[in-house]
């Protein structure tokens, strides 16, 4: 079974910082790393996705890495805003083709003004 | 683009009820998951089908079944609904390819049992 853990659990902080979230994850043989935003009582919103060819993954003010080898991945939230408040789950799967998604519990993300 | 569309978005059942979710995946995708999230919990895979069979298949109480019919969209079936039962239920669909594929996640469905 994969084991996907995240830290900080939960984590408050001033507009504009740059911040780093942490993911990691216990089968390095995975396919796919996938990052998603949540919203209190909403759905899953796909932010990146680091395929294991891959080291990483832009996308506007994400940048998310991924270490197979160290069974770890980051995600970098540059310049945060207060519309960035949400939490932040990553999921690996298990590197086989039947594709399940192993989710950690997630980062509490909270920017203020 | 389209996206996952899950049907109802809302559910309240009484214990012992049955329950049906319905989930319809991005046109083409060939993949459908289910997950469940409990309140405050990660979520956590149910089953999932890949053109039309069963591919997989996870934490699923035997109270409950699923199927993908001949346009690929997918039914969760429940039933003798219990209180433990309420959560959201996720699906997401993909296009499978040679190694894994992104998945999407369609907005969930928010089931109370009372």
């Known amino acids: 079974k994969q084991e996907v853990t995240q830290i900080p659990a939960a984590l408050s902080v001033p507009e504009g910082e740059n911040l780093v979230l942490n993911c990691s994850f216990t089968d390095s043989a995975i396919y796919n790393l996938q990052w998603f935003r949540q919203d209190p009582g909403k759905g899953l919103t796909s932010l990146l996705l680091?395929?294991?060819?891959?080291r990483e993954q832009t996308s506007g003010r994400l940048n998310a890495s991924l270490d197979k080898s160290s069974g770890r991945s980051t995600l970098y939230i540059a310049a945060s805003q207060p519309g960035d408040s949400a939490t932040y789950l990553c999921a690996a799967d298990r590197g086989s083709t039947l594709g399940r998604l192993y989710f950690g519990r997630g980062t509490q993300l909270t920017v203020w003004p | 683009a389209a996206g996952v569309i899950q049907s109802p978005r809302h559910l309240i059942k009484e214990k012992r009820e049955t329950a049906t979710l319905k989930c319809y995946p991005i046109?083409?995708?060939?993949?459908v998951y289910w997950y469940q999230q409990g309140p405050g919990q990660d979520p956590q895979f149910l089953i999932s089908?890949?053109?039309?069979?069963?591919?997989d298949k996870g934490s699923i109480p035997d109270r409950f079944s699923a199927q993908q019919f001949s346009d690929y969209h997918s039914e969760l079936n429940m039933s003798s609904l219990e209180l433990g039962d309420s959560a959201l239920y996720f699906c997401a669909s993909s296009l499978k390819t040679g190694g894994g594929s992104e998945q999407y996640f369609g907005p969930g469905t928010r089931l109370t049992v009372t």
């Open positions: 089908f890949y053109e039309k069979m069963q591919s």
């Open positions: 680091i395929q294991s060819s891959q």
């Open positions: 046109p083409r995708h060939d993949t």
